[in-house]
Nanobody, 124 residues
């Protein structure tokens, strides 16, 4: 069992740079690949970013590449999503996800553990 709790969301201005956090408990955090997904109103959930178990490999969706940075601190059992230059189209519920295998996967079905999400609303 893995429990994930997101934090750091809220109302932010366009161009802002919030940082989302995801605290993990239960299964050994250091063995998990971690990911961020988002779901905007009326749209399907989509992949945003992922990081492998060691932090040595990352992958980003084209829509956020160059603006968002995923990182992890295994000593704190926490993964982060640094969001820069926010746009109105970034408005969504952001979900943290984990998979027991340490490698990155892009498909939603490959991620068995999910947080409940945190709302990010970009004002403009």
């Amino acid at each position: 069992q893995v429990q994930l709790v997101e934090s750091g969301g809220g109302l932010v201005q366009a161009g802002g740079s919030p940082r989302l956090s995801c605290a993990a408990s239960g299964r050994t955090f250091s063995s998990n690949a971690m990911g961020w997904f988002r779901q905007a109103p009326g749209k399907e959930r989509e992949f945003v970013a992922a990081i492998n178990w060691s932090g040595g490999s990352t992958y980003y969706a084209d829509s956020v590449k160059g603006r968002f940075t995923i990182s992890r601190d295994n000593a704190k059992n926490t993964v982060y999503l640094q969001m820069n230059s926010l746009k109105s189209e970034d408005t969504a519920v952001y979900y943290c996800a984990a998979r027991a295998y340490g490698g990155i996967a892009l498909a939603i079905k490959e991620w068995p553990y999910w947080g409940q999400g945190t709302q990010v609303t970009v004002s403009s």
